[in-house]
């Protein structure tokens, strides 16, 4: 793995970043980016993307991370460009070694990271009557498995000075959604890994952030079939996101109206909150369903 850019431009970005650490404070896990070294997984387009933007306008140095090295290094130019101080380390998020490898050569470039979003998954549209094993597994590994993969070495690596690890979970992952059930159950495990970890890591100086979008409208979801009511924009899931991460708070949910929604599914009779979640889906899809996307 290499820094984005080869050469002068890649070393000179690693120092300023190195530089920018250093009188920051161990234990940050709340509070401004400002100074900060802050990795992005999953950067190289969508929320993750928007992410790294914004937290290098706020003042972050940020480590960018995911498995296309055009679309990293076009990402780190771009927020060199506006001024900001970026690093690109593409790894493949399904490989832990690659993982660890990763991580060890931030930290020789640029020194401790101080926060952490990890940006992982995907949701496309599930038919489960015709969903194969492969389908179903490929979800979990998706979307736990990988984050699995970057939670445990940040977790080992920031127990000794504390910081701040967040992730993009998903309000899917508190109810069996129609059409995202292998997505849904992949974010239930890691919404209830994360809640383990803060209770029994509890005074360490590491804060686990959950943060739970509804619907947000990325390229990716763009033509996926699925109904998204209360949909938004990435540039604004990414602002909440980035003012999340400079709060006290452990989860934030949002927007309003699907987190709303979401939690009166959750106290409703099940069968009543299975005849509302069914009316957002179309008639088509019970009886003909499309095929599932494939990345």
Known sequence: ??????????????????????????HVSTGSLRGRTVLIAGASSGIGWHVARQAAERGAAVVVTARSVELL????????SDGGTCLALPADGTDPEAVEAMLSAAEAAV???????????????YHLPTATVGD????????????????????????????????????????GIPMQGPYSAAKAAVRILLDTYRTELRGSGIRFLSIYPGFVATERTA??????????????????????????RNDVAFPWQTAALTRL???????LARRIMLGFVPESWLDHPTPIPRD
């Open 265 to 271: 599914l959750r106290v409703l009779p099940k069968p």
């Open 111 to 125: 020194g401790p990271i101080h926060a952490a979003l990890l940006n992982i998954g995907a949701g496309p549209a």
């Open 1 to 26: 793995m290499c820094g984005s850019g080869s050469g002068r431009a890649g070393h000179n970005d690693a120092r300023a970043i190195e530089r920018g650490g250093d009188d920051v404070t161990d």
């Open 73 to 80: 290094n076009a990402l780190a130019a771009r927020i060199r």
């Open 223 to 248: 033509d996926d079939g699925i109904p998204a009511p209360f949909e938004i924009s990435t540039q604004r899931c990414a602002a909440r996101i980035v003012r999340a991460m400079e709060s006290r």
């Open 136 to 175: 179903i597994l490929g979800a979990m590994q998706a979307n736990y498995e990988t984050t699995v993969n970057f939670l445990v070495p940040l977790v080992a690596r920031m127990r000794k000075r504390g910081g701040l690890i967040a992730h993009t979970n998903s309000l899917a992952g508190f109810l």
